[in-house]
């Protein structure tokens, strides 16, 4: 038990030690050092969690390649106008240790108004976004590659002698014409710095998980392999864009082919002229002399003409069993087709549209 003569003589004590010169002196160097202990604490506070990212309305993103150095990121970070104050950043990256040494290369997001706590320490771990890779409606090999060096790190002609080289060919079991069917059209997320090895693998991955028993079962009993099931279907997507008429159409083709009838194909001819801006296939350009003009040669061309949509994938695999031989726009502008089995009722129904266009002006 503490008396109260005991906590007299304590006080007393201390303020005997408080008028002592040498404790005073203590005491102010004390409290000089606790406040500029304070006022450091403070400024680390606001270098590092100073919003230093500029206020832009939507995200953006710094990619860092693998020979920077903090001036290299430090100007793109200007040039780019990612950030408001370059000292902060500066003084923040040596607060949290971010040097030459630890830098690691890749594609950072930079969120409005982001602090240079939450910047460096996104850059300092190499904690990357991945990008969002979108394949549809691709028409060549060269659009695919061209559209993956938009996206990611090595560029459009890399990616190119990469997917042509003669030994992958041989590795892959597939050609030049037909390695388009390696790429399922999706939505990828993939990093920016993805070496195009581990690329064309995530593809291929995806390709295999497409293409399942029942999807094989169905191309084998049409006869097909998948590589083309995947370029008919190519055809019937520039066909039409009709998703309930795809099978019907798919059926006429595999009767065509059936019976090694010509499958006649505007579209691979115009894949043939290399001329996308043909809108009515005629004479001149069926006549030229191509293993894509299917004019000109029965059977499927040597690969696809395009990427096609899943839904033209699955138009070929579940066609429809009929006996229609052709197919003609609808004279209705629908975007629609009639089919027929003779030449004649073809004919007739060709005529019946041509006769629409003139009474209408097209």
Not at 34 to 58: K, M, Q, R, V, W
Not at 93 to 120: E, T, W
Not at 245 to 265: D, S
Not at 283 to 310: Q, R
């Amino acid at each position: 038990m503490i008396r109260r003569t005991d906590i007299k003589n304590r006080v007393s004590g201390f303020r005997k030690w408080l008028l002592d010169p040498v404790n005073k002196l203590f005491l102010y160097f004390f409290r000089i050092l606790t406040a500029c202990a304070l006022g450091f604490l403070i400024y680390f506070a606001y270098i590092l969690l100073y919003p230093n990212a500029n206020d832009s309305a939507e995200n953006k993103y710094l990619l860092v390649y693998e020979n920077y150095t903090i001036d290299s990121i430090v100007n793109v970070l200007q040039k780019q106008k990612l950030i408001n104050s370059e000292s902060s950043f500066r003084s923040a990256a040596d607060i949290l240790g971010y040097f030459d040494k630890n830098i690691k290369q890749g594609r950072y997001k930079v969120k409005p108004g982001m602090s240079n706590f939450y910047l460096i320490k996104s850059l300092k771990s190499g904690n990357q976004t991945p990008v969002k890779v979108t394949l549809n409606t691709i028409r060549t090999l060269e659009d695919l590659c061209g559209k993956l060096g938009n996206y990611l790190k090595t560029d459009s002609a890399g990616f190119y002698h990469f997917l042509t080289d003669s030994s992958r060919l041989v590795q892959l079991d597939i050609n030049k014409e037909n390695i388009m069917t390696l790429f399922m059209p999706n939505s990828y997320e993939i990093y920016w710095d993805t070496k195009p090895e581990k690329v064309l693998d995530k593809f291929v991955n995806e390709r295999n998980k497409f293409w399942n028993p029942a999807r094989k079962h169905k191309a084998d009993s049409l006869h097909l392999s998948t590589e083309q099931v995947y370029t008919l279907a190519s055809i019937i997507d520039k066909e039409t864009n009709k998703a309930d008429e795809r099978p019907t159409i798919a059926g006429v083709y595999l009767n065509r082919l059936n019976q090694n009838m010509p499958l006649q194909a505007d579209p691979t001819v115009v894949f043939a002229n290399h001329d996308f801006t043909i809108t009515r296939v005629m004479e001149k350009h069926t006549a030229l002399n191509s293993p894509y003009n299917t004019y000109m040669y029965t059977g499927l061309p040597p690969g696809p003409i395009c990427m096609p949509d899943v839904s033209s994938i699955d138009a070929v695999l579940s066609a429809v069993n009929h006996s229609y031989l052709f197919f003609c726009a609808k004279p209705d502008l629908s975007g629609y087709h009639v089919f027929a089995i003779t030449y004649e009722a073809h004919l007739q129904n060709a005529h019946n549209y041509q006769e629409f266009l003139t009474k209408h002006g097209y």
